[in-house]
T-cell receptor, first 115, second 111 residues
Framework: GAVVSQHPSRVICKSGTSVKIECRSL??????MFWYRQFPKKSLMLMAT?????????EQGVEKDKFLINHASLTLSTLTVTSAHPEDSSFYICSATTFQGYGYTFGSGTRLTVV | SQQGEEDPQALSIQEGENATMNCSYKTSINNLQWYRQNSGRGLVHLILIRSNEREKHSGRLRVTLDTSKKSSSLLITASRAADTASYFC???????????FGQGTRLTINP
């Protein structure tokens, strides 16, 4: 079946630094990837949708300069949290799809802690 | 943006009992999916029901969809302690090409 690898699974960074999270589709080419954010005991909130080779589409209220998304190839999307602050601490999950029968495949998530 | 609501927000039952979770949504959909998430972990896809389907089964899971009421239910029969997790519905909205999640139900199965 379709597999999405997300890395790192956990990261701790200092305030003011930037952190990059990678999302890779291992055995299929993902035309579209999605990034979600999840606060403790809450649901997944869609942050943005990225299509290979084009700019990401951000959901209302999500700062695109804060959360930089790059989808440079059909198998890789990255989310960079820039100038991280403690309030950016959260669980980030990516998802990938081809919209051709693979459905949506989710990564295992990244727990970001900003200290 | 959240698509809709799930109820109950939390459910605690005894092992062996059945658990029912409900999901409501607001817009027209292509399909509705249910996922499970253990604490602090990734999502596990449970079942997908298309907009032209009314009921679907998978093992101990039974999902119904009522598009006229914009609602779905997930029934887990003969629950086990290992079923303890959060359960989310997610809708694949027509014309949107993205998956939007409900608020989720935290299910606790007591041994």
């Amino acid at each position: 079946g379709a597999v999405v690898s997300q890395h790192p699974s956990r990261v701790i960074c200092k305030s003011g630094t930037s952190v990059k999270i990678e999302c890779r589709s291992l055995d299929f080419q993902a035309t579209t990837m999605f990034w979600y954010r999840q606060f403790p005991k809450k649901s997944l909130m869609l942050m943005a949708t990225s299509n290979e080779g084009s700019k990401a589409t951000y959901e209302q209220g999500v700062e695109k300069d804060k959360f930089l998304i790059n989808h440079a190839s059909l198998t890789l999307s990255t989310l960079t949290v820039t100038s991280a602050h403690p309030e950016d601490s959260s669980f980030y999950i990516c998802s990938a799809t081809t919209f051709q029968g693979y459905g949506y495949t989710f990564g295992s998530g990244t727990r970001l802690t900003v200290v | 943006s959240q698509q809709g609501e799930e109820d109950p927000q939390a459910l605690s039952i005894q092992e062996g009992e059945n658990a029912t979770m409900n999901c409501s949504y607001k817009t027209s959909i292509n399909n509705l999916q249910w996922y499970r998430q253990n604490s602090g972990r990734g999502l596990v896809h449970l079942i997908l029901i298309r907009s032209n389907e009314r009921e679907k089964h998978s093992g101990r899971l039974r999902v119904t969809l009522d598009t006229s009421k914009k609602s779905s239910s997930l029934l887990i029969t003969a629950s086990r302690a290992a079923d303890t997790a959060s359960y989310f519905c997610a809708t694949d909205r027509q014309g949107a090409q993205k998956l939007v999640f409900g608020q989720g139900t935290r299910l606790t199965i007591n041994p």
